[in-house]
């Protein structure tokens, strides 16, 4: 109904009404970037895990591996022999020169010339998925035939990201605790400021036998609207920012960063952001109002 | 009830109309010791009290009507009829014209009768006016206990405060005289035109 439509308390033509929405909005906006980068990483974990968990790397230096030509076998062909008599193995595979040549360009540079330099030969082995090799005793095994030869069971990197993607998850987090607590001190601060502005407003509502409720309500609806619409502005602007920061990203060589593509879990987790903040804000509102007014005479 | 300036009227109307707490002593209103009520009882208590305001106290950023729909809306009514109900009241003021007005844009005798509809639209038992008459011309005053009476006529105890004595010596009731920090009560004389 038309007549009761309009809050009594009028908190909109304030200039905390015009200013809030933005502060909520820049809230929302870090924090989704936060969430954003916890869940890119907790899942780019997940995948790389998934990849190497069933795999393992073997160098032999250069100078253990002779021309084929040579009928004795070399370090190279006793360590392929090992791995196929190894139960659980499912492929050995030698790389190509080419493909560590591709792999060292990065880094080398095109003109260089894997020919002039001691690049050891690499051995990628797969294992079955049901397999639950002994890395330790395959680890003997090899350093019998080559002394120098190394096993990369890739734990060691792995367990290195693992720390550091608990480190950005944590770092998140601690975020999205920080800018939770500046909400509530930001709401609680506006509410209190409006309910001085206000006082010979709020002072006539109870004179005519408005409950503390009523007053708190109030502030409510207008703490609700400006968080709802700052929490989607926030929202819409990191969602832009990933996208942007995506596109970016397709175009270079940085194959090691996670791709930076929405699922819908997250998508959940970043739409529930604003309904959260709406819901910290507005309940900030509420007990700042009730608690303020208890202490009035 | 009258005093002349200073003489504690608003004092003791604000209390009575539970903005404040006496310091000292005690107010029984309703049956109820006013001092020991709970902040929400104190707010049911209000709505049966109706105050016109020495300063009216409208609020500038809604209409007549919404201003005077306040202590409905307060209270929970809020179905079409209370637009209706509102309205006649505004009419039987005088300010059927204005129903869309702002505060800002009526004048002090408007505002005051838009004032004294808020104050009654929630048919309270206790009426208050505080200065009713201060800011209207004689002819306007006059009118308005008239309209006082009426209510009183209707079942509401009413308390003015003035210190317009000519009107207190125009009308037949009860006067309470603030004098030097004591009441006096003088009794309507009877038979007095």
């Known amino acids: 109904m038309m007549l009761f439509a309009r809050r009594d308390v009028p ?13 909520v909005a820049i809230m929302v906006y870090l924090a989704a970037l ?35 030509a040579k009928s004795a076998p070399d370090a190279l062909d006793r360590v392929l022999d090992l791995l196929i008599a190894t139960p659980g193995v499912r492929e050995a595979k030698v790389m190509e020169p080419e493909e560590i040549e591709r792999l ?44 120098d030869a190394v096993v990369d069971t890739h734990q060691a990197w792995l367990g290195k990201v693992r720390d550091l993607a608990r480190t950005v998850q944590g770092i998140a987090i601690l975020v999205v605790v920080l800018i939770a607590g500046c909400a509530v001190m930001i709401v609680a601060f506006a509410t209190r400021m409006g309910l001085s502005v206000h006082g010979h407003v709020i002072e006539l509502l109870h004179l005519i036998g408005a409950r503390d409720s009523y007053v708190a309500s109030q502030f409510q609806a207008h703490v609700l609207s400006f968080a ?64 303020t007014l208890a202490r009035m005479p | 009830m009258t005093g002349a300036s200073g003489a504690g009227k ?44 020495q300063d009216f106290r ?12 306040l202590p409905l809306k307060i209270s929970g009514q809020r179905d079409e009829k209370v637009r209706r109900h509102v309205a006649e009241l505004l009419a039987w003021v005088g300010l059927s014209e204005h129903l869309d007005s702002y505060p800002p844009t009526l004048s002090g005798g408007q505002k005051q009768r838009v004032a004294i509809a808020r104050a009654v639209v929630g048919r309270p038992s206790l009426l208050i ?44 009731h009860p006067v309470v005289r603030l004098v030097d920090g004591g009441v006096r009560v003088d009794r309507p004389r009877k038979g007095r035109a």
Do not use: C
């Open chain 2, 58 to 69: 409208l609020l500038d950023h809604l209409t007549a009507l919404e201003n005077v729909a």
């Open chain 1, 104 to 147: 060292l360009r990065p880094w080398l540079g095109a003109a260089a010339s894997l020919a002039e330099l001691p690049v050891p030969v690499l051995i990628s082995v797969t294992f079955n998925p049901a397999a639950e090799p002994d890395f330790a005793a395959l680890a003997r095994a090899v350093a019998k035939i080559s002394p």
């Open chain 2, 10 to 53: 608003s004092s003791l109307l604000s209390m009575i109309y539970l903005a404040r707490k006496p310091s000292a002593g005690r107010i029984r209103l309703f049956e109820r010791d006013v001092t020991t009520l709970s902040r929400p009882e104190t707010a049911m208590m209000r709505r049966k009290i109706g105050v016109v305001f």
């Open chain 1, 34 to 68: 936060a969430l954003i980068s916890a869940l890119t990483m907790s899942r780019a974990i997940g995948h790389w895990q998934e990849g190497l968990s069933g795999t393992l790397t073997i160098q032999i230096p250069p100078d253990q591996v002779v021309a084929k």
């Open chain 1, 11 to 23: 908190l909109d033509s304030d200039a905390s009404g015009r200013f809030l929405p933005w502060l």
């Open chain 1, 228 to 291: 709802l619409r700052g929490g989607m502005i926030g929202l819409l602007l990191a969602v832009g920012t990933v996208f942007l920061a995506g596109e970016v990203l397709k175009g270079s060589e940085a194959m090691v960063l996670p791709e930076l593509a929405l699922q819908p879990l997250d998508w959940s987790v970043l739409l529930l952001l604003p309904v959260a903040v709406a819901l910290v804000a507005t309940l900030t509102a509420r007990f700042t109002v009730l608690r």
């Open chain 2, 129 to 172: 006016a505080d200065e009713p008459t201060g800011n209207v011309d004689d002819r306007m005053a006059v009118r308005l206990l008239y309209l006082f009476e009426e209510l009183n006529k209707l079942g509401t105890t009413i308390v003015i405060a003035t210190h317009n004595e000519s009107l207190v010596a125009r009308f037949d």
